[in-house]
Every structure is written in structure tokens, then in C-alpha cells.
């Protein structure tokens, strides 16, 4: 497995993905996806050996150089190829490039995601927050977790 920056041609095993994970809350179609790779999202995707998508992840970075602020707007595994460190492994690569950028890293997660949430949390997130009827049509909440900005002297350190 290796990761490697997500491209159009992955595009349309991503939506199938999501498809299977996210059933009742409102899936990314294939122009959602564009629209974030277009807007210079840095995502990325896991392939298997043989050149299969395993899964992808995207970090959304805003605001001016110096003060830039990241979300996590999407991370998702083939359920094939869930419970190998696939996820981890995404996540880490997100959270270093906002280590990089020296910025807080924003979610949401559904309230009953507990494997998420975990993984989150083991990863310095901590629950900042409640949104009521986040996701739709199912109405499920989600948390919005935040983890702090690495501090310079931390990683010169
Ligand atoms: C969350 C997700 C990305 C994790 O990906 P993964 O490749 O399975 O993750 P890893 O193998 O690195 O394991 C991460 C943790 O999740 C746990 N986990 C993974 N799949 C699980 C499952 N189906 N049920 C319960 N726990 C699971 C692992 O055991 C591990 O926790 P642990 O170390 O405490 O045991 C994946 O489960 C997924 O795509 N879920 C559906 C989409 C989703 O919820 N995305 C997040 C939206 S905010």
C-alpha cells in the first residue's frame, strides 16, 4: 500500500466508496470531489499493490500564510480494506502537512462514529463541540473536534 496524491482517475472509485460509507448522509458525488481538488484541497489516496484504491483523504486549508487553518473534510476506507492502518496512515499524512503549515486541524464526525472518534482522539483531537442535525437526510449530529496548532519551537525541537 502506498500513498500518493489523488487524482481525477480515482475520482470515480471514490464515489462508489462513499457510497458504501456514508449511505444516508448525503455521499460525495464526483463534482464534489472535482470541486475540491480544484480548489487545491491537498488529498490523497491509498493504493493497494495492485493499483487498487483503498481509500483517500482530504485536508482543506484556508485563511492567509502564517494564520492558516485546516479541516478535515473527508478520510474513507473501502470496508475491504478497513482495520489494516490505512486510515492511520492517511490521517498522519493530513496532520503533517498542517504541522507543516503550523495550523489547527478542524472536523466533524458523527456522534456515533466511536472507531473515528477514536482514531481522532489517539491522534491529538479533542471534542470542542456539538452541531445538531449535521448530517442529512439522516439528522445524525456530529462533534466538531479540533487538534492545536504544532508550535514552532516544537518542531525545530
Ligand atoms: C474511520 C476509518 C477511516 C478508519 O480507517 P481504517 O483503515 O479502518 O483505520 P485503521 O486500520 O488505521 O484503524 C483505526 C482504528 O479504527 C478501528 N476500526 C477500523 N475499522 C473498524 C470497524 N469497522 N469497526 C470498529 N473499529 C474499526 C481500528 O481497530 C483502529 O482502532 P484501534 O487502534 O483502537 O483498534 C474507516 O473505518 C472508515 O472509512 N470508516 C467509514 C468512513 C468514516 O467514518 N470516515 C470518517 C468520517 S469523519
Known sequence: MRLEPLR???????VEIEHILFPGDSPWNARAFHAELDAGGYYL????????????????????RG????????IGVD????????????LRALLERADELRAPVFL???????????LYERHGFSRIGVRKRYYQPSGADAYTMMRQAREAQEVAG
Not at 481525477?8 to 471514490?14: N, P, Y
Open 45 to 64: 489516496a491509498a493504493v493497494t499493490e495492485e493499483g487498487e484504491l483503498a481509500g483517500y483523504a482530504g485536508l482543506a486549508v484556508a485563511g492567509p
Open 79 to 90: 470496508p475491504a480494506y478497513q482495520g489494516r492502518g490505512i486510515g492511520t496512515a492517511l
Open 108 to 118: 466533524e464526525v458523527r456522534t456515533d462514529n466511536d472507531a473515528a472518534i477514536r
Open 67 to 74: 494564520d492558516r487553518e485546516t479541516s478535515v473534510h473527508t
Open 8 to 14: 481525477r482517475g480515482h475520482l470515480r472509485r471514490c
